[in-house]
């Protein structure tokens, strides 16, 4: 009689990681409505600094802080999700689930520090505000150096294909590495993972892992991101022209 241990095993296997994809997935998208919150939050509380509503200003500012600690949670959520669904394999016995997503929520939490206070969005958000009345000049406590690494942060791994060399502002259908996170145009990613001589390696250099095509999505947070970049470099352009300007009327 044949064995039906291994269908058996095969089909919870495929079953779970369908399940831990179709919830990180979720998750992503929660985030992304996150960020998006945040970003008007941001934007909302600089038309408030600039009439001087201070008060308003702090209240949002606690609530960014707030919502900053829950997407930081759903990250980690997202993390042990995917190492479950990556990492779980089929036996005899009955897996504990539990356990190992618990494990998985712990082992986040220590390789994550609590940074919530210099978190790139709360950072960005407080220098949208002090931008309003001192641009150009460095924040409390910090050097001008560190004026311009927050203004230019962001939460892209690359910002170029490194298939095509483009920014990944002008991709077409720029996808990102669920594994990895980096960021490709899809066409050239999809013939570079099935290509026999890459063996579907990360084309990024230094980068060990492989690519499977069904983890190098359009995930829901990208596009924001993207968008945010290209928001951030039309900023940082009109501020060049102004400083440009600037010198100008000075030397004359």
Known sequence: MASTSAPRNNAAYGRITSAASTLYSDNQTLIAEIRKATIMMKEIAVDFERD?????????????????KASDECTRLSNAIQSVGNEYQPGDGLT???????????????????????????????????????????MPGEEQEDIVMTSTECNLLNTKCPLTGKPVTELAEPVRSMDCKHIYEK??????????????????AGCPKKLQADRVVCDPLLLIEIDELRSMSKQHARDDVIEDFTQLDEED
């Open 96 to 138: 504990n689930f539990s356990k190992l997503f618990d494990d998985k929520i712990e082992k986040s939490k220590a390789d994550s520090s609590s940074v919530s206070q210099n978190h790139p969005w709360l950072r960005q958000f407080r220098e949208a505000i002090w931008n309003v009345h001192h641009a150009g000049q460095p």
């Open 187 to 204: 066409k050239p990613i999809m013939q570079h993972i099935r290509s026999k001589v890459a063996q579907g390696r990360c084309p990024v």
């Open 52 to 68: 001087n509503k201070s008060e308003e200003v702090k209240e949002l500012e606690d609530g960014l802080l707030e919502l900053v």
